[in-house]
């Protein structure tokens, strides 16, 4: 009864969004609440679990989303967004940039929260979209194909970084394995598997576009690249200073604040608003006014994760994801298909890969020492499974519909197939390093 509540809650939001056309949010606060009471919620605690739900997810989330919006519109107005696009195609030129946006992804991840870097680096694949006038799922996919890699394979991100004390694993050997079993994944789910994605044409966000401003004024190269990136280079040093602090140090009420997402992120814009704002002519006012537009292009997005994290909440809260893991935990397998298998499961029908990592996790640690399988690799195999068939119940999902500004159909034909990808790769990868390790 509980994979059929979660497979019918699964066809009410495909039907109410694609057949009748509802809103997403209204569709998925109605499935939420179908599932909940299929799954045995009592009914008078069903508001109070749809309302934890929206809270949980848009409470770490909604901060991230609208700063990094704020942040992202800034470089496009600024002309930063066109300078490192022409930067990037007198480098690279339009025959590698699909490889160089990967790069960046890859690069830009390793420290870098999944959301955080979304909203970071999908404007500037805008920009290369309009100076470059190839399709924006072509140039976006392999660089978010990295990003989803980095999310689910390598410390410090919150799934391998929770998994690895569980398994008794080894930080510095999981991110050596994960970053092997990384690069040819992210090869393949990246620029190999966009080249037969530019038959996918989308307008993306406004708010993303870049002002198409004249060479002489737009900012300079070194000043573009460095404020651009420097979310990513302030976050980088705090998670640095994290792992090689004293933890005397590194435990203290400052040094966790600093290296707190939100905070980088507030300090990060506040250095843009002087560098690409008020040093170049822009009034306090119209700095304002870039990002309250910025806000209100988002406002939609942030619904519908909302949306997503009431139905998430339903699941975790019913104890179907446990239910679903127990069904599949005496079945023989090698123990990195089956944790794989598992964490894919859990996946499919909560839409959170991290919950699906931490969940599986659970479920398969007491049998690592009956197995003698390698726990680096397990950390690993798991990740590989919390990627696989995002779909409709999945924020990220949501997030690049919506930023692409694409169709159902075609969010699946791309985005549901490139996660997919990255996890049978994934787990591919994690076999062959087991031959050998």
Known sequence: MAIAAVVIAILILVVLITGLKLNPFLAFLVSAISAAIMLGIPLDKIPATIEAGIGAMLGSLAIILCLGAMF?????????????????????????????????????????????????????????????????????????????????????????????????????TTLFYGIMVAIPTMIVAGPLFSSRLKSIQS??????????????????????????????????????????????????????????????????????????????????????????????????????????????????????????????ENIALNPLILAWLIATVIRIALGSATVAGLTAAGIVAPIIPLTGADPNLMVLAIGAGSLMCSHVNDSGFWMYKEYFNLSLKDTFKSWSLMETIIGVMGLIGVLVLDVFV
């Open 72 to 172: 992202g519109k800034l470089v496009a107005e600024s002309g930063a967004a066109q300078q490192i696009s022409r930067s990037l195609m007198n480098w690279c030129g339009p025959k590698y940039i699909t490889w160089a946006l990967m790069l960046t992804g890859f690069i830009v991840g390793i420290p870098l929260f999944y959301n955080v870097g979304f909203v970071l680096l999908v404007p500037l694949v805008f920009s290369v979209m309009y100076q470059t006038k190839l399709p924006a799922v072509y140039l976006g996919i392999p660089l978010l194909a990295a990003l989803s890699v980095t999310h689910g394979f390598l410390p410090p991100h919150p799934s391998p970084v929770a998994l690895i004390p569980q398994f008794g694993a080894s930080m510095g």
């Open 203 to 328: 307008t993306p966000l406004a708010t993303f576009k870049p002002t198409d401003l004249p060479e002489g004024e737009l900012p300079g190269v070194a000043n573009s690249f460095i404020t651009a990136l420097l979310p990513v280079l302030l976050i980088a040093l705090s998670s640095i200073a994290v792992y090689t602090l004293p933890t005397a140090l590194a435990e203290t009420p400052l040094i966790k604040l600093l290296s707190n997402s939100m905070i980088v992120l507030m300090i990060a814009l506040a250095i843009a608003t002087v560098t690409l704002g008020l040093k170049r002519g822009m009034s306090i006012g119209k700095v304002m006014n870039v990002y309250s537009d910025a806000i209100k292009d988002i406002a939609v997005i942030l619904l519908i994760v909302a949306g997503a994290g009431a139905l998430k909440q339903v699941m975790v809260v019913s104890g179907v994801s446990e239910q679903l893991a127990h069904s599949l």
